[in-house]
DNA sequence: TAAATTAACTTGCAAAAAACAAGTTAATTT
DNA sequence: AAATTAACTTGTTTTTTGCAAGTTAATTTA
């Protein structure tokens, strides 16, 4: 499977790697919800199909959003985690997460959340990046 | 055709609306490239078909991201607007701009707005906003 | 003013992608 | 050694997309 480019104007092509239903989920699971494993990913409440996230997870690989490495507590599951230009992609999603909260009904817990998002993006944002940045090799 | 909600999760819910491959184009042709009918939603370079131009044009009216209007110069043309809510989708494209230009190969004139964009988010981010609620009535 | 063109769709069909159910293989746990 | 877990793969049905053609009302052209 092949990522074709239907334009050169960015929005587009940005939308060609990750404007489906699913690859942002994925990249929302490893950045805020703590799973990198095929089945945590499959445990998420959105019910993705297996065949589908398997070959999103290979696609994001291959868009270098995310890699493969061995898991630190067994060799049975692969840790997958965000390259840079996957971490980078947070700013995209607080902005869905802001125009979700004002236009969209969302949990409860999601409202809250979004609330002082609005008030401290900038600063959230920072702190979430800087966290995430750490952790990685590819910087 | 409906909408479904696969989560309450906002990131999930945003998907739900505009997560596919044409929605945020639409979007993105009526708030930067000054296009507000069919035909010219259809002449963008990224060739959506027409039926499935139809289809999201449908969706997104019902999401209240556009509106259908009459078209100032001619009965024969529908003129489609955007929503306080659409317009409100500015943020989350100029992170997916931001995002491509420096991760994806664009065009050498998206890379020159970039720049700019990268320098000057904030205050363009504002202005554009502005111009835009200027020509709305639902704000 | 009749004929051609434009605008906004709709319809039908083939191809691609997604959903669903089941099966495979290697590693790990019981 | 047997059962379970993890990461997939395979086969089938359903849904969505892409493409070509056709429809209807409004507008422009000859």
């Known amino acids: 499977m092949k990522i074709k480019q239907r334009s050169d104007c960015p929005i587009s092509s940005a939308l060609d790697v990750i404007g489906d239903k699913w690859s942002l989920l994925i990249v929302r ?25 398997a070959d999103r997870l290979s696609m994001l690989e291959k868009s270098d959003i995310i890699t493969k490495e061995e898991h630190p507590e067994s060799k049975a599951k692969i840790y997958y985690k965000l390259t840079k230009k996957g971490i980078s992609l947070l700013p995209v999603l607080i902005e869905l997460i802001l125009w ?38 590819d910087k």
């Open 29 to 53: 699971d490893i950045m805020m919800n703590g799973k990198n494993t095929y089945n945590e990913f499959l445990k998420s409440n959105e019910k993705i199909a297996t065949n589908v996230l």
């Open 100 to 137: 979700a909260d004002e236009y969209l009904p969302v949990s409860s817990a999601a409202i809250t959340y979004g609330y002082a998002l609005k008030k401290d993006k900038e600063k959230i944002t920072r702190q979430m990046m800087r966290t995430l940045l750490k952790h990685i090799s």
